[in-house]
């Protein structure tokens, strides 16, 4: 299997993936001590930072950077997140991948732009790297029981090499679009695209001596009209490089995705909020 003939024709939209990250919570009201320590009983599961209060099952389970992370701006003295809460100080306005965003540190494995910054590849060497890790790609994201994860691989191929996208964390991407996406080809002039529309965006991660490792798959479905305005009916996905799902819109881990459509948003409705790869790597 190589880059050129196992992949037939394919384009991706450059994504912006990202995490929310936030701030804690405060009231009005006066609250009781129960109530006010947002690591308490009920509110601890939610807690991502509660590392060593028995009710809080998985630090990591969640970004600690999360929207509604209560461990900001905790009222409480005792609190157990004050200290080492890696994004306690962090705004977290820009994007969670950016190179000096504090999040870039979280050491929590679930936040997909933890990694360190991956090294450049020339097209040659990105190229080479793909064809290698090709195979386990399709073993890998094939894992996480999402069924495009399995099926892109024999759709269409738009890139002509893989390409670094600013936008997924500096990793190399590849764009993959089903049959009903195939209208992404017209590029700018694509419109919108139908319900059933999938573009697939798997990466790979530079390395020194111009290697490379599995990236996340990044995935976009156009639903049907009505489905999430928010989103302008894309459903966003994203499968991490063991075949794990770390998250998809209106599914798990839901506010984790939100940035991805914010960026591509950007582009404007008419435009279907796609956005496309470098004129020089289209096919």
Request: proline letters at 9%; glycine letters at 6%; one cysteine or more.
């Amino acid at each position: 299997m190589t880059f050129r003939t196992t992949l037939k024709t394919a384009s991706f939209t450059p994504l912006a993936l990202g995490l929310g990250l936030g701030i804690g919570i405060a009231s009005a009201l006066p609250l009781t001590p129960a109530l006010a320590n947002p690591c308490a009983a009920k509110a601890c599961a939610q807690n991502p930072c509660c590392a060593k209060n028995p009710c809080a099952a998985n630090p990591c389970t969640a970004n600690p950077c999360a929207a509604k992370n209560p461990c900001a701006a905790n009222p409480c003295a005792a609190n157990p997140c004050a200290a080492k809460n890696p994004c306690a100080a962090n705004p977290c306005a820009a994007n969670p991948c950016a190179a000096k965003n504090p999040c870039a540190a979280n050491p929590c494995a679930a936040n997909p732009c933890a990694a360190a910054q991956p090294a450049e590849l020339s097209d040659a060497q990105a190229t080479r790297e793909w064809d290698r890790l090709l195979p386990a790609m399709q073993t890998t994201y094939a894992k996480s029981g999402v069924p495009a994860a399995a099926q892109f691989f024999n759709w269409i191929n738009v890139t002509k090499s893989p390409y670094q996208s600013s936008t997924h964390g500096d990793r190399y991407l590849v764009n993959i679009v089903n049959e009903k996406a195939k209208a992404y080809q017209k590029w700018e002039e694509a419109g919108i695209l139908p319900a059933g529309a999938i573009i697939a965006k798997p990466t790979i991660v530079g390395k020194a001596g111009g290697k490379a490792d599995i990236g996340p798959l990044f995935l976009m479905e156009k639903m049907s009209s009505g489905w999430n305005p928010q989103s302008l009916d894309w459903k966003y996905s994203m499968i991490m490089a063991d075949g794990s799902l770390w998250g998809e819109t209106k599914g798990r881990n839901s506010a984790g995705m939100t940035f991805c459509f914010e960026c591509h948003n950007a582009m404007g409705a008419e435009t279907d909020g796609l956005l496309f790869l470098p004129e020089e790597y289209r096919r």
